[in-house]
């Protein structure tokens, strides 16, 4: 056994060499293969493509336009690498301007996309937006170290119409836009990121004609209305008819235009036109100071919906969308000084012409404005006498019969609280007892807890939102309802 091992021992490393020798001599003789599948004898060098004419459409820029594909010709048996370069030119320039590519080797096809054969047209040979062009396409081939054995293929001739790039910027134009008919503040749209030729706005439309323009400062090109409010028309002449698009009601609106297939989208938004409103004018106790007047509050469960409640002087108010500059832009009334009754309000570019509401009597106020309806509600506000809280956070628990009375706040009419033990719980604060489908202040957000500063007027409690305690012990709550505020504060 012992013999038979070591005999075993001696011919393993011999018969080792041997597979090594033939996989090296197996590879080598693939590699020369390999190479003689290059080595054709006379094989032609022949350029053909996909098809011999392309019309060039920029809404398929990404898409290929013509590929090119050419054999491998012929290094006549000498194992040598070939590389290839291909040459385009106008025809009848003999590739004088030809645009060169070095391929390298190995490569037997190229292809162009819409976007990059129209820009070559257009930037290398000039060619006029539109036109068709015939151009002639060769592969001339260079075998390794061998001048002698370079090649040249036949001339493909294929022809090419371009088209005119649609503008990568659009500006909205009329007196139904944001700046009016002035083209040099009209209003950029955004382009789309991934699709060419797409633009989107969203913003405050007034009521009123628009249209679009491709550059600051200048009426022409412009795209209009087209064959109905739902078609554009490109515009690039003062003969050609100047249609318009309308809006007829003022709001805040979605717009995306397709300039490739000339459509267009105008959608009421379902977002509010500002986030930020403010009152102005002698009425209020800031008066007329523009750089920092009144803000009025967001309705944080209606975000078109704004607040004012204050002590309002006799005299006049309007409601700027910014501060700063008397020349913003406003909401006010219809006809200057309507009664308080009258809900209609209309936003007003620059202040012109210059309504104004007017306070006969002085007094608490709350003020509602809603810019998704575009009503306003001036009411005068009488305080209650007895406001209550209820819930099991309270001392009487959900006891709608007998709730929890706050204290009035002495020499404030507007202020109340409450200081003792609540339990963790939730709790509201009803304007009357006996019945659960009474007026309450709630808290802005459900849930809400310490920390809160705001409470809203819901009448008949709905939606239910009720403030939360995490943590039982002894509080002060203070609440002031004209300016509907909270103070929860633990002792």
Not at 164 to 169: A, E, K
Request: aromatic letters at 10%; charged letters at 15%.
């Amino acid at each position: 056994m012992l013999a038979y091992n070591h005999t075993i021992q001696k011919i393993k490393p011999v018969y080792l060499a041997g597979l090594t020798l033939a996989f090296l001599l197996l590879f080598f003789s693939c590699k020369k293969i390999d190479k003689m599948e290059l080595n054709k004898g006379d094989n032609p060098l022949t350029l053909s493509a996909d098809k011999s004419s392309v019309v060039l459409e920029e809404k398929d820029r990404s898409a290929d336009a013509i590929i090119l594909n050419w054999t491998s010709g012929s290094n006549k048996g000498t194992n040598a690498s070939m590389s290839y370069t291909l040459k385009i030119d106008k025809q009848g320039n003999n590739f004088s301007q030809a645009i060169t590519e070095e391929i390298g080797k190995a490569v037997l096809t190229r292809k162009y996309s819409v976007n990059d054969l129209n820009d070559l047209l257009t930037s290398h040979w000039g060619t006029a937006p539109g036109a068709e062009v015939t151009l002639e396409a060769k592969v001339v081939l260079a075998v390794s170290n061998d001048p002698k054995l370079a090649d040249s293929s036949n001339v493909f001739v294929f022809k090419v119409k371009t088209y005119q790039p649609v503008s990568t910027t659009l500006y909205l134009i009329g007196d139904a836009a944001p700046n009016g008919w002035d083209n040099n503040q009209a209003t950029a749209l955004s382009p789309s990121l991934s699709e060419p030729g797409v633009f989107t706005w969203q913003g405050q439309l007034r009521a009123g004609d628009f249209k679009f323009i491709t550059t600051l400062g200048q009426f022409l090109p412009s795209y209009n209305k087209g064959a109905d409010a739902d078609h554009l028309v490109y515009r690039t002449s003062d003969s050609e008819p100047d249609d318009k698009f309308t809006n007829i009601s003022q709001g805040m609106y979605n717009i995306t235009v397709n300039l490739l297939n000339l459509t267009i989208s105008v959608t009421a938004a379902d977002t509010p036109p500002y986030t930020r409103l403010w009152m102005l004018g002698d009425a209020v106790p800031t008066g007329w100071n523009i750089d920092n007047p009144s803000e009025m509050r967001v309705d944080s469960s209606n975000m078109f919906v704004f607040t004012y409640n204050e002590i309002l002087n006799a005299g006049e108010f309007k409601i700027p969308v910014a501060t700063g500059n008397f020349s913003t832009d406003y909401y006010m009334p219809l006809t200057n000084h309507p009664p308080i009754t009258e809900t209609s309000v209309q936003l007003v570019p620059n202040g012109s012409p210059d309504n104004k509401w007017q306070i006969t009597d002085p007094g608490p106020y709350k003020i509602r404005l809603d810019l998704q309806n575009l009503s306003i509600q001036i009411k005068p506000f009488t305080p209650y006498t007895n406001i209550w809280m209820v819930g099991d956070a309270t001392p009487v628990g959900w006891n709608i019969d007998n709730p929890q009375p706050m204290t009035p706040v002495a020499g404030n009419p507007y202020e109340f609280t409450y200081t003792g033990p609540m339990s963790v719980g939730e709790f509201k604060f009803p304007l009357a007892t006996g019945n659960w489908g009474c007026d309450y202040f709630m808290p802005v957000i459900n849930g809400s807890g310490p920390g809160s500063t705001q409470m809203k007027f819901v009448p008949s409690g709905s939606p239910d939102f009720k403030w939360k305690i995490t943590q039982a012990g002894n509080y002060k709550i203070t609440i002031n309802q004209l300016y509907e505020t909270i103070s929860i504060v633990k002792q």
